[in-house]
């Protein structure tokens, strides 16, 4: 049936929208992503008779002679599914950074410092994990790619000169926790028998194994035979990889602490790693280390002696009690290690290290030993963290010291959800949604001021769109899952980029993609306005519900960020049927759900249900007049004060606290912001380092959607926020409650916004400080302030707190 002007809220328009989506090639290209090599000598090389997609850890290796050492030496590295690179036994780096094969990853290396005159061993590992792969990674089949930069370097394109051995003392197992089974998507556990692994395998002459072959070119037609055209060797195999290369740096990779041992039946073992510990013959050995906060990265376990031992090594980030029930993250006692496992069986030779070839994630981590008839040296253990390597540059300060204990759980949270890509968790998942993307890349954009994750995420998002218009929910994933609303967030973070980054190329590369997924949303609308019930999405609805409040409303929203960039980089027209759309819907959820007895937004018409949801969105959106606002959201806000509320109703998580919190700043009770995070100083109380999932019982305890009150206390508590795209000028508007003084600062692209408050009983004072150039404006006590670049001090009267 054709779609008519009244079927549809634009009427004409929606035809120009399919005209303009075919022009899409035509928008402005984002200059910083670095451009891809157009041409490729190299080949993509593999073993050449193992299984292509089963599970296995490959080592390559070519050597090289050079009579003096080079002054840079650069390469092109990927790998499938990933690649740890060495030269002469020195790490250089890993990757390829996760994508799909439509847009797979290259990384940068200068081999030069590792190089030296004579024989010198490039070597790499490179491993797939098969059927256990994590849903984050995407891939084609096991295989190795190098190329030099220039014919200088061509020595080390991967070709048929090039070595690969399948190493079998290394694998992967299926994550098990003592019987207990977790929901789980990421890496599985590894193992590493001694006896069977090649020790020498990235030094030159030091290899015993007579596994090495010569490394065969991967073909086209072993995997696409329908496609068996005779194509020059090394061009034929690029096409399934396209190739890209990555913007972003290597992850941080430091020394780190493995804390303490706080538990073990070995009295020798109390000092260990600080001194050397023996495990006797035939003992059965528990040493739980305590670290004090989570932590990514990678441990290592030197040992010596010890053949036909058994150890274990589990990563936690709590510990369980017999029910399988997490308490204070502090407790100790007899509490289980319910996590994931790796397997190392020494061989009995010297100096035997493990180091798991993906991060691992932990608090508490566990080794169990069982030794046979020779005692087990444990010679050193040692931890590196790994993550993406932000700087934190934003500092807050307050009269209240528990504000600097939540600053640092929801930093340290960051920092652990953020490596190749954003991570809901990095113990459980590992993948990147965008509703967690969103928070977190607010949060990088305030603290560390850097964008790079957050740019990898937005294409990210937007390659993931499939025909029908949506985007997935979470992406790169191997396995698709769809959450409609999150589209909209995605068209959210893309105007959160535009506001807080002078950088607007992506922003007009980007904008053609969210015309589809507003399209989907418009092909499921009543006449009225309101979305209809989503396919994906039976979170938003109960099975008898035709009409929902908060629906319309989370699409309103983005229908009103939509049009404003269309009106600054697209179309004028669209920018005014969005608007108009919006208006509609909201005009038909008040009239329809406003509840003028209660004050406050039913979820339905029916008006037998109430949410905290619908009601933020309300006022998000102005669906709810404005000079209602502050009422309804003194009513909304009762359970997070501990007060009873007039009505039921459904109250916010962890995660969506983050649109609350927008919700009473934009109401005018900002003032009361701090009086809600009453959880995240029971998540102190609680021993947790970092912000969970949920309310307890929590699966996860590193998830940074709830990290969100760090970006909250820059921005509504010291209340800086920009006032104008590219962050071109400032409003500055402090809800500072009951402090008596705070100091926060934020970076900015032009150098940073220092706001300094403390009052007395009659007078507050500012001390501001701008970058040179940039106006702003000090909203205080209903009366705005102009600010210039440089310092000015404001002495003011004291802040007027609205009563509830």
């Known amino acids: 049936m054709p779609r008519t002007s009244r079927s549809h809220p634009w009427g004409s328009i929606a035809p120009v929208l399919f005209f303009l989506l ?122 190795f790619l190098m190329q030099g930069d220039s014919t200088s370097e061509s020595v080390v394109n991967t070709d048929a000169t090039w070595q690969v051995e399948e190493d079998p003392g290394q694998d992967f197992i299926p994550r098990v926790a003592n019987g207990f089974m977790f929901y789980w998507a990421a890496d599985p556990g590894e193992k590493l028998d001694a006896q069977l692994y090649d020790w020498g395998w990235k030094d030159a002459g030091s290899s015993t194994s007579s596994h090495w072959v010569t490394a065969a070119g991967v073909m086209r037609e072993t995997i696409y035979p329908r496609d068996s055209i005779a194509v020059p060797p090394g061009l034929d195999s690029h096409n399934r990889w396209d190739l890209v290369p990555d913007a972003l740096p290597q992850m941080e990779f430091a020394p780190t602490t493995l804390g303490k041992v706080v538990r073990t039946n070995l009295p ?39 053949k036909g031992s058994q150890i274990d090594i589990g990563y936690t980030e709590a510990l369980y009690d017999a029910r399988h029930h997490r308490g204070n993250r502090d407790d100790v006692g007899d509490r289980l290690v319910l996590g994931q496992f790796d397997k190392f069986l020494p061989d009995g030779g010297p100096s035997r290290t493990f180091t798991p070839l993906w991060f691992r994630t932990w608090r508490y981590l566990q080794l169990k030993i069982k030794t046979e008839g020779e005692p087990l040296h444990l010679d050193g253990f040692t931890a590196d963290f790994s993550a993406f390597p932000f700087v934190q540059q934003a500092t807050f300060a307050s009269s209240d010291p528990l ?17 190749d890509t954003y991570m809901d968790t990095p113990f459980w998942e590992q993948l990147q949604y965008i509703d967690d993307t969103r928070v977190q890349t607010l949060i990088s954009y305030t603290v560390p001021s ?11 998002f937007d390659e993931s769109r499939v025909p029908e218009g949506i985007t997935q929910s979470r992406y790169p994933a191997s396995l698709q899952q769809f959450i409609p609303y999150f589209s909209l967030s995605y068209i959210d973070m893309l105007h959160d980029y535009w506001m807080y980054r002078p950088d607007s190329a992506i922003v007009a590369k980007l904008l053609p993609g969210t015309r589809p997924v507003l399209e989907w949303f418009f092909e499921k ?44 980089f697209g179309e004028k027209y669209l920018a005014e049927g969005y608007r108009a759309a919006a208006r509609k819907a909201s005009a038909s959820v008040y009239h329809q759900c406003w509840n003028a007895r209660l004050g406050l937004l039913a979820d339905t018409p029916e008006q037998k249900q109430y949410s905290q949801y619908t009601n933020i969105y309300g006022v998000l959106t102005d669906a709810i007049p404005s000079a209602d606002q502050a009422q309804v959201m003194r ?24 649109y609350l919190s927008r919700a009473i700043d934009k109401a005018g009770l900002g003032e009361y912001y701090l009086d809600t995070i009453r959880p995240w100083r029971e998540m102190i109380a609680m021993g947790l380092t970092t912000t969970p999932e949920n309310k307890e019982p929590t699966r996860s305890d590193t998830h940074a959607w709830s990290a969100h009150p760090m970006y909250d206390l820059l ?53 501001i400080t ?33 009563e509830l």
């Open 268 to 306: 020798a073992a109390q000092q260990f790693p600080v001194a050397p510990v023996v495990i006797p013959p035939h003992a059965e050995v528990e040493i739980l280390f305590d670290r004090a906060t989570m932590v990514t990265g990678l441990s290592e376990l030197t040992v010596s002696g010890g």
């Open 22 to 143: 075919a022009c899409q090639s035509s928008v402005a290209v984002d200059s910083p992503e670095p451009a891809p090599r157009e041409h490729w000598t190299a080949e993509w090389i593999s073993h050449p008779t193992a299984p292509p997609r089963e599970r296995g850890v490959f080592h390559f290796r070519k050597i090289i002679h050079l009579d003096a050492k080079p002054a840079r030496f650069p390469v092109e590295v990927s790998g499938d599914n990933h690649f740890l690179l060495y030269v002469n036994g020195m790490r250089i780096g890993e990757g390829p950074a996760k994508g799909d094969l439509a847009h797979w990853r290259y990384e940068t290396f200068d081999l030069a410092p590792a190089l030296h005159p004579g024989d010198n061993v490039i070597a790499a590992t490179v491993f797939n994990f098969g059927i256990y792969a994590p849903l984050a990674v995407i891939s084609e089949r096991t295989a």
């Open 403 to 419: 504000l600097a204990r939540i600053w640092e759980i929801c930093w340290r949270t960051a920092r652990l959800g953020a490596h």
């Open 450 to 460: 850097d964008e790079r994750l957050a740019r990898q995420a937005l294409h990210a």
């Open 715 to 767: 921005t509504i508590v010291a209340g800086i926020h920009p006032s104008s795209p590219g962050f071109a000028s400032v409003r500055i508007a402090p809800n500072p409650g009951t402090l008596e003084h705070f100091e926060a600062a934020m970076p900015h692209p032009d150098g940073e916004i220092r706001v300094q408050y403390r009052r007395n009983e009659t007078q507050a004072t500012f001390l």
């Open 635 to 658: 009513k909304i806000i009762a359970p997070n004060l501990g007060e009873k509320p007039i009505v039921e109703m459904a109250n916010v998580d962890y995660h969506a606290q983050f």
């Open 525 to 568: 609308l009543f006449d009225d306005g309101f979305v209809k019930p989503l396919p994906y999405d039976a979170a938003w609805h109960h099975p008898e519900e035709t009409k929902s409040a908060l629906r319309t409303l989370t699409f309103v929203d983005t229908l009103r960020q939509a049009a404003e960039l269309e009106d600054a």
């Open 770 to 802: 701008l970058p040179q150039g940039l106006p702003g404006v000090l909203d205080w006590n209903g009366r705005d302030y102009p600010l210039r670049g440089g310092e000015q001090t404001l002495q003011l009267a004291a802040p007027n707190r609205p």
